[in-house]
């Protein structure tokens, strides 16, 4: 509770010292991964290949704490072979636990995951078919990984549990923006609780934008939203498509590589939540790290709280503060105040 006070605190006065914890913590259980989808710029910025170990992982929850804690990163976590053990630590502080996951591995590990007690199952799946899926993951695996969310539903209901909820990840580019609607309907079939379709950012993958766009319009993205909004709500499906739509022109704009539709506030992440690496880097979002190689600090190698009020941190903070940042990252990104915050995190997948 003091935690929840002290994070309710900084919101308000945003200190350039954080006297509280973030109360979400991201970590990322390896940064090995099974695909090579075109929208990702993990090469760029990856060094060695390594998983987080259990040790470091304990050590991290002791210290941070957190309320809520999501397994995700350049890798894919179901690769980490004690993600189902760190899954049942969080859960057993009380915590609620995420993760973001390719899912190929779904359908073998399905049963220690609904046992561990995840909270909620993200799963990446950016084409409502197989051809769409593949052109975009690079490997044909649409449907085992539906395979694996019928598995989770099953072993669900034979256990007695409504736990993990799942939702779908679908990074909207211009190969699969016509499979909106159809998504909804896959979703409906394989009762998936939410589908958060995300905007494509460019930022990092400059190279590939004609691949990524490939010719997309923004009356047509307009239009998809809108039907898709419409789809959504005839068969009861939770989207995060209202907030997209609200803010529609700023959306677009990571289309077009703008980085000059900043909405003024100071980003929440600085207080609220950290991103830990597979080998410890420290910063306040997975995409400063994976996008740009940005890091304020290694916790393996120093104390959390040494970082965490680190003179990178403060600096960053106080920079933030003056809107004086230039990454990239967080030039293009829809920094929001609390109510929105709330709302958003309400919608993500697996947290209702």
């Known amino acids: 509770m003091f935690n929840y006070l002290s994070a309710g605190l900084a919101i308000l006065e945003k200190p350039i010292q954080a006297r509280n914890r973030p109360l979400h913590l991201q970590v990322e259980p390896t940064n ?17 290949l390594e998983d987080l170990s259990l040790e470091h ?11 809520r804690v999501t397994y995700a990163g350049a890798g894919e976590p179901l690769l980490n072979p004690h993600l189902p053990e760190m899954i049942a630590l969080a859960s057993k502080m009380g915590c609620h636990t995420v993760v973001t ?5 779904g359908e073998k590990l399905a049963e220690e995951l609904v046992r561990s007690g995840l909270t909620g199952l993200r799963v990446s799946l950016d084409g409502a078919t197989p051809e769409t899926y593949k052109a975009i993951r690079g490997a044909d695996f649409f449907e085992k990984i539906l395979q694996g969310i019928s598995k989770v539903n099953e072993y669900k209901k034979r256990l007695g549990k ?19 609607p159809q998504m909804i ?8 609780h939410n589908v958060n379709f995300r905007p494509l950012n460019l930022i990092g993958k400059e190279e ?53 539709q900043i909405n003024g506030k100071v980003c929440l992440h600085l207080w609220l939540q950290v991103f830990v690496s ?24 120093s104390p959390f709280e040494t970082v965490w009020n680190g003179e990178r941190y403060l600096e960053f903070r106080r920079r933030f503060k003056e809107d004086k940042i230039t990454y990239k990252s967080c030039r293009t990104c829809y920094r929001i105040d609390l109510p929105t915050l709330v709302r958003k995190t309400l919608r993500l997948p697996g947290l209702r």
Do not use: H
């Open 32 to 48: 090995r991964c099974n695909l090579q989808c075109i929208f990702c710029s993990r090469e760029k910025y990856l060094g060695a």
């Open 57 to 67: 992982y304990e050590e991290l929850l002791s210290e941070v704490r957190p309320k």
């Open 101 to 105: 996951t390719n899912f190929i591995k």
């Open 162 to 180: 409504t736990t993990p909820t799942i939702g779908i990840e679908f990074v909207v580019q211009g190969r699969n923006l016509r499979e909106m």
């Open 208 to 260: 590939r934008e004609e691949l990524l766009r490939a010719g997309l319009g923004f009356e047509e993205y307009s239009s998809t939203l809108k039907e898709t909004f419409m789809v959504s709500k005839e068969l009861g499906v939770n989207t995060n498509l209202s907030d997209l739509l609200k803010d529609l022109p700023f959306y677009w704009s990571g289309y077009s590589k703008s980085e000059n």
């Open 278 to 301: 597979a080998s410890g880097e420290i910063t306040p979002c997975c995409a400063l790290q994976m996008d740009e190689g940005i890091s304020m600090g290694n916790v393996f190698s």
């Open 185 to 192: 309907r896959l979703a409906s079939e394989y009762a998936v």
